[in-house]
Every structure is written in C-alpha cells, then in structure tokens.
C-alpha cells in the first residue's frame, strides 16, 4: 500500500526544488488514520476509536510574497496557483487543490493573516481506501501554514477548522473523527473521541509490547453506492432518534435497546439502531480493555461490529466480507471492516509474526473469489500531525 519510489518526505522535497529551485523552509506531516471501532456512531453523537497511521502526507513549503499560494502534487503533476479572490468564496478552486484552498479559506474565515506560501505535497496515504487522505492533506497544510506565519492556533481547535475546510469549501459531508485523529492522535495510542462534545482521551494501544499489530487490508472493492446508502442510513438514525424521543441514538443505552426497539414499527429501522446503540457500547467496551492493558481481548469486539455491520447497517460487499473471514481463518484475533462502508479497508488484530502468513491467506481468498488483488500492510499507532524539520 505505501509508494515504492522512495521516502514520502524526500520526495516532497525534491517535488519542492524541482518546481521552485530552492530549498523548502520546512517540511510538515501528517497520517492516514483507521478507526479501531465504533463506525457510524460520530453522526449519532457516539463513540470513536481511531488511531494514526504511519502512512503519512507530507507538505514541503516556504512563504511567498503577497496572497498568493502556488501547490504541486505528486499525485497528479500538477502545479496550481491561486490567489485571495479564488479563496474569498467556496467553488472557485476545484478537484485536489481545493483541500489546500479550503485550509487556507477556513483560516482566513477565522480571522488568521495566511501568509502567501508555495508548497510540494507527496503522500503514501492511499485514496479512496477510506484512510482519510483528505484529512490529512488538509492537516500537513493547516500545520504549514500556521508555522510559516507564525500563527497560533491550539491543537484541539484545528480539527474543527479543518473539518469546515471539508465541509464548506470542498463540499464533502465529512464527520469530526477523520481530522481529529490526523491532528490530535499519539503514537501507542488510539484517541477515544466523544463526537458529541469532543472531548479526546489517549488510551494506550501498545500493539508491541503484545507482540502483536493491526494489518490494514486494502480491498481494492469500488464504492458502491456509497453516498447515497451512508445519506440513507444516516437519515434513518435521525428518524429512529426522533420517534424514540431522544437527541441522538447514543442517549439510548444497551439496558434500554430492547425497549426501544419494541417502541420501532419498522424492521430495518431496528437493524440500523441496533448497531448504533451495540456499537458504542463495543467502543465503551473496547476503551476498558485497553485501559487494563488487555490488548488481545479486543478482538471478539472488533469481529462483533464487523457482524454487526455486515448483518444490521448492512454496509459491508463481498471483497470486505472475504477479507474478514479469510484472515479470521488465518489465525487473526479479531478483524472487521473500518469505514464507512460499501468498500475501503478491514483492518485484523494479529500476531506480529503471522501478519504475512494472514495477508497471504487474504490474498489467495481473493484469487479464489476473482476478486482484484488487496493491499496489505501491518501497522503501530503513529503519532498525528507534526513538524518534522
């Protein structure tokens, strides 16, 4: 899954001297992220365990003269240019540069005096692999820009600012999940997140010290309906909260669920608010394991909400469901599709010395189905997004 060409920060440097002929100023990163558990349950006002990944974007970058931001990427080739009338209003910078204008739109909105910058950007975070590439172009900027002019801005305010970024300027409905991890996440840790007020807890997550890692699995499945199923599950919930008399599916407890369920006329109504409501208590669950040091326990959890998701919110296709039971059968302790849904990646808890002999299981499942050939890679929690020279 990660780029085979070289160091992803050496070749947002060389990006940098190549276009402009100079020596960046400073080189800013920032990771993917998975979410360990708790899926669907950010729009509800629930619970969410992500972690950072050590997939990383990374922005080279030095000041220009005026308010004037030019951008390469490596993905594309491309070198964009825009000013401060392309930034005063959303729609005026379109396709991968308007992540990089929405930062700088989002601080400017705020109040910030953006300094004029020019950037090289190069990533190993995949796309559309539901690894939050986007967060994390918007957090390798968001951390450019602040250092370059100096500006201040407290760590648990830019998730928020680079959400509105998404949100607003880019127009893609994104959660508050995705740009906490890449902002606010710590190595060994995963960041347990109530979406409801935000508040962040680090909770130890020492794969190896267990001997133990997290293998991302790439299913390489394209997203199938994507937008409109998550809008129509969603909608759901919202109309589930709404007749039984509550905020938000998270103010209905597991002791409460079958109540509530009673009080429900539709069947899938039911399915969808019997994830939400089982899968922040799986979070809950997760977090007091983790807490006692407990890391191989998790996974029946984490195979617990896969179930839950493939049976109940019905999100998961054939590629995610093959992956899972294929690396199940390996051995791994626990696996479980992360994401919102309808394709991206599984992620199993696995013995650190097995995770090539489960990758290889998963790989010859999908021979045997037909399916395209996944990506596989094990990983520790990585630290979020932060300057590294």
């Given at each position: 899954m990660t780029n085979p060409t070289g160091d992803v920060a050496e070749r947002a440097t060389a990006g940098f001297q190549r276009e402009y002929g100079t020596e960046p100023a400073g080189r800013w990163a920032a990771p993917g992220r998975v979410n360990l558990i708790g899926e669907h349950t950010d729009y509800n006002d629930g619970f969410v365990l992500p972690f950072a990944l050590p997939l990383r974007t990374v922005a080279a970058a030095d000041r220009q003269d005026g308010e004037r931001w030019t951008v390469w990427s490596e993905l594309s080739g491309e070198t964009i240019t825009f000013g401060a009338d392309e930034v005063a209003e959303p729609g005026q910078v379109t396709g991968w540069g308007a992540y990089v204008a929405?930062?700088?739109?989002?601080?400017?909105?705020?109040?910030?005096?953006?300094?004029?910058?020019r950037l090289a950007i190069a990533s190993d975070v995949p796309l559309g692999s539901g690894l939050s590439?986007?967060?994390?172009?918007?957090?390798?900027?968001?951390?450019?820009?602040?250092?370059?002019?100096?500006?201040?801005?407290?760590?648990?305010?830019?998730?928020?600012?680079?959400?509105?970024?998404?949100?607003?300027?880019?127009?893609?409905?994104?959660?508050?999940?995705?740009?906490?991890?890449?902002?606010?996440?710590r190595a060994g840790h995963a960041l347990f997140l109530d979406c409801r007020d935000e508040s962040v807890?680090?909770?130890?997550?020492?794969?190896?010290?267990?001997?133990?890692?997290?293998?991302?699995?790439?299913?390489?499945?394209?997203?199938?309906?994507?937008?409109?199923?998550?809008?129509?599950?969603?909608?759901?919930?919202?109309?589930?909260?709404?007749?039984?008399?509550?905020p938000a599916l998270r103010d209905v407890s597991v002791d409460q669920l079958d109540a509530a369920l009673a009080r429900l006329d539709d069947e899938e109504t039911r399915r969808r608010v019997r994830h939400v409501v089982t899968e922040d208590q799986r979070v809950l669950d997760t977090v007091a394991l983790l807490r006692a040091g407990r890391v191989r326990d998790i996974?029946?959890?984490?195979?617990?909400?896969?179930?839950?998701?493939?049976?109940?919110?019905?999100?998961?296709?054939?590629?995610?469901?093959?992956?899972?039971?294929?690396?199940?059968?390996?051995?791994?302790?626990?696996?479980?599709?992360?994401?919102?849904g309808f394709g991206g990646c599984v992620l199993a808890l696995v013995h650190a010395d097995r995770a090539d002999a489960v990758a290889d299981a998963v790989t010859a499942a999908y021979a045997e189905r037909g399916f395209t050939a996944p990506g596989t890679v094990p990983v520790l929690p990585a630290p979020g997004a932060t300057r590294l020279d």
């Open positions: 929405g930062v700088v739109w989002a601080l400017r909105e705020a109040g910030h005096p953006v300094p004029g910058a590439s986007s967060a994390a172009l918007e957090a390798a900027v968001l951390a450019a820009l602040l250092d370059l002019g100096g500006l201040e801005l407290p760590a648990e305010r830019q998730p928020r600012l680079a959400q509105r970024a998404e949100n607003v300027y880019v127009g893609a409905p994104t959660g508050i999940m995705d740009q906490s991890a890449v902002i606010r996440c807890e680090h909770i130890p997550f020492d794969l190896d010290a267990a001997g133990l890692a997290v293998l991302v699995i790439d299913s390489r499945a394209p997203h199938r309906h994507a937008d409109g199923e998550y809008a129509a599950r969603r909608k759901s919930c919202e109309a589930a909260a709404e007749a039984l008399g509550v996974g029946p959890l984490l195979t617990a909400s896969h179930v839950s998701m493939r049976d109940d919110f019905e999100i998961t296709v054939p590629e995610i469901d093959t992956a899972v039971e294929a690396a199940l059968a390996a051995g791994a302790l626990g696996a479980r599709m992360t994401g919102g």
